[in-house]
T-cell receptor, first 115, second 111 residues
Framework: GAGVSQSPSNKVTEKGKDVELRCDPI?????LYWYRQRLGQGLEFLIY????????KSGLPSDRFSAERTGESVSTLTIQRTQQEDSAVYLC?????????????FGPGTRLTVL | GQNIDQPTEMTATEGAIVQINCTYQ??????LFWYQQHAGEAPTFLSY??LDGLEEKGRFSSFLSRSKGYSYLLLKELQMKDSASYLC????????????WGAGTKLIIKP
């Protein structure tokens, strides 16, 4: 079936504006993760969802960041009052469950540029 | 704390062999992943190790020593398309479902 998809692929916004990023996981995958990757750096965990359980929000860098997911479907990551340091690629990944052995499958990412 | 170390960059010659090392210090351990990430693309899964020893998969092999907190990814018969970043990630387990990611090793293949 289809892989993880994300939209938009690129987003340019002005400082102070809100942005919403979307992730469509692989059908049947109960776990969904959001990461941030700054240029030339590793992946920074933001949040994960597992089914209908409470999400782990411990990686969200500030209260300007929030994410939602309804059931096992689409997730949205919202960044309010964007700052230049928010510029990065935002990657979404899904896996069949949270089991340690489960591979995470990544989407192509959304490249966010805050001017 | 949680820490994963990898070399920042390595260079190798087409047709040769290269070993990319990863050392980790984490609060727990329940497996180690290697991912490949080409420039401008998403990471893709290469291997998973949870027991000590070598796992071979075609031209790529991954090794783990839990007592030493050490893993390596071995790439044989290097091809130009192997030029990419290689990310090491540890799953601490024990109810912690966040993968701890290294910063990645950028591998440059020269003809």
């Amino acid at each position: 079936g289809a892989g993880v998809s994300q939209s938009p692929s690129n987003k340019v916004t002005e400082k102070g504006k809100d942005v919403e990023l979307r992730c469509d996981p692989i059908s049947g995958h109960t776990a969904l993760y959001w990461y941030r990757q700054r240029l030339g750096q590793g992946l920074e965990f933001l949040i994960y969802f597992q089914g209908n359980s409470a999400p782990d929000k411990s990686g969200l860098p500030s209260d300007r960041f929030s994410a939602e997911r309804t059931g096992e479907s689409v997730s949205t990551l919202t960044i309010q009052r964007t700052q230049q340091e928010d510029s990065a690629v935002y990657l979404c990944a899904s896996s069949p469950s949270l089991a340690s052995t489960d591979t995470q499958y990544f989407g192509p990412g959304t490249r966010l540029t805050v001017l | 704390g949680q820490n994963i170390d990898q070399p920042t960059e390595m260079t190798a010659t087409e047709g040769a062999i290269v070993q990319i090392n990863c050392t980790y210090q984490t609060s727990g351990f329940n497996g180690l992943f290697w991912y490949q990430q080409h420039a401008g693309e998403a990471p893709t899964f290469l291997s998973y190790n949870v027991l000590d020893g070598l796992e071979e998969k075609g031209r790529f092999s991954s090794f783990l020593s839990r007592s030493k907190g050490y893993s390596y990814l071995l790439l044989k018969e290097l091809q130009m398309k192997d030029s990419a970043s290689y990310l090491c990630a540890v799953t601490p387990g024990e109810g912690n479902y966040q993968l701890i990611w290294g910063a990645g090793t950028k591998l440059i293949i020269k003809p």
